[in-house]
């Protein structure tokens, strides 16, 4: 590793934390595989974000000012989230008192496909793969981070995640009817609108599966999460990961 090396501060959501800790191993394994320096910051907490979607950003100050203390130190912020990332980046509240560390916290936290694209400038990752996938494309990273082209958009398409995975041997990926279509989750919307939020991920799903798909792929553990329980109870043949497992699992 070079001494130049920009050090990396990993951002791990509290779902991923408490529930997918897999996803995050694979993460961290990944950056270090693609010759990154990678610190885990032990004292991290939420980005504030659940509560800030339920209408209280005010009260998420205090946890704004700790992600800040605690990530300003670093070059980079990456996350397998494009959800938190957005948050931090667009829609925590101003921390006057911490100013210039929240703007270089803010214009340098990075989605995890998005970092490797955009900043190790990765064009795509060698390995195999022979599976066949569906990716399903998060509501904040495709319209918000613009992690790839949307159908409602008249644009050139890109997947920055796809992107990587292109040269994967033997992997299939289907051209779903509703390429970007959201899958209920949304957070608390969950919760509100339990029944439309179920059959939006029923939809979701059932997209998936007419096309034979195997695994369902994406890059939000909280949407693959509304996804893998509606997929559990409903007894369907399908299962669900996060990229950075795949791309961790192919590089030797």
Same mark, same amino acid.
């Given at each position: ?21 897999? &996803? ?11 010759? @990154? ?8 907490? @939420? ?20 992600? !800040? ?46 970092? !490797? ?55 299939? &990926? ?8 959201? @899958? ?28 034979? &798909? ?23 043949? &399908? ?14």
């Amino acid at each position: 590793m070079k001494k130049d090396t920009p050090h990396i501060g990993l951002f791990i959501p509290c779902y991923i934390d408490q529930f997918y800790p897999n &996803v995050a191993i694979a993460t961290l394994e990944l950056l270090e595989k693609l010759g @990154c320096k990678v610190t885990y910051p032990l004292n991290q907490t @939420c980005c504030g974000q659940p509560m800030s979607n339920a209408g209280f950003e005010a009260d998420t100050a205090g946890t704004t000012s700790k992600f !800040i203390r605690d990530f300003a130190g670093f070059d980079y912020i990456v996350a397998p989230s494009g959800s938190c990332v957005l948050h931090v980046k667009d829609h925590s509240p101003t921390i006057d008192k911490l100013q210039i560390n929240q703007e270089h916290v803010q214009s340098n936290i990075y989605e995890l496909s998005e970092f !490797i694209t955009d900043v190790l400038k990765v064009d795509s990752i060698k390995g195999s793969f022979p599976h066949k996938i569906g990716f399903h494309a998060s509501c904040h990273g495709l319209r918000g981070l613009r992690l790839a082209s949307d159908s409602e958009l008249n644009e050139p398409k890109f997947n920055k995640t796809l992107q990587l995975m292109k040269d994967l041997e033997g992997l299939e &990926v289907v051209e779903l009817t509703r390429k970007d279509e959201c @899958c209920g989750f949304g957070g608390t919307f969950a919760v509100s609108e339990e029944a439309i939020s179920v059959q939006m991920g029923k939809d979701r799903i059932a997209d998936h599966m007419e096309k034979g &798909v195997e695994i369902i792929v994406g890059g939000d553990m909280s949407c693959i999460m509304h996804m893998q329980g509606i997929a559990t109870r409903e007894k369907n043949n &399908v299962q669900l990961m996060h990229f950075a497992e795949i791309l961790n699992q192919v590089i030797s």
